[in-house]
């Protein structure tokens, strides 16, 4: 694990190196996934959150990975953090 300084010090690099690149494009329900993953909800409790179905939360984590060409969750909460659509 990084300390938090150098965590930081990274996503502010990446963050610049990958401004100069088009953002991939996600819709209004995957960023509130995404949101509810960063926040360590499970996939029921942001199904529950969001009053849809456990199926439709795991297509909008498939949809985003795949739009932000990662294979894991972890990977796509790094993505998404770099790119700015979470904290």
């Known amino acids: ?9 990274f996503v ?3 963050r610049t190196r990958l401004g100069k690149i088009d953002a991939p494009t996600i819709t209004e329900r ?12 499970s996939v029921m409790e942001i ?3 969001m009053s ?10 498939e949809t985003a990975k795949d739009k932000l060409g990662v294979s894991s969750r972890e990977a796509l ?11």
């Open 1 to 9: 694990l990084l300390s938090e300084p150098i965590a930081s010090d």
């Open 12 to 14: 502010r690099m990446e």
């Open 30 to 41: 995957e960023h509130e996934v995404l949101r509810g993953l960063a926040e360590g909800l």
């Open 47 to 49: 199904a529950k959150t």
């Open 52 to 61: 849809i179905g456990q199926r439709s939360v795991e297509r909008a984590v």
């Open 77 to 87: 909460l790094v993505r998404a953090t770099l790119y700015g659509f979470i904290p």
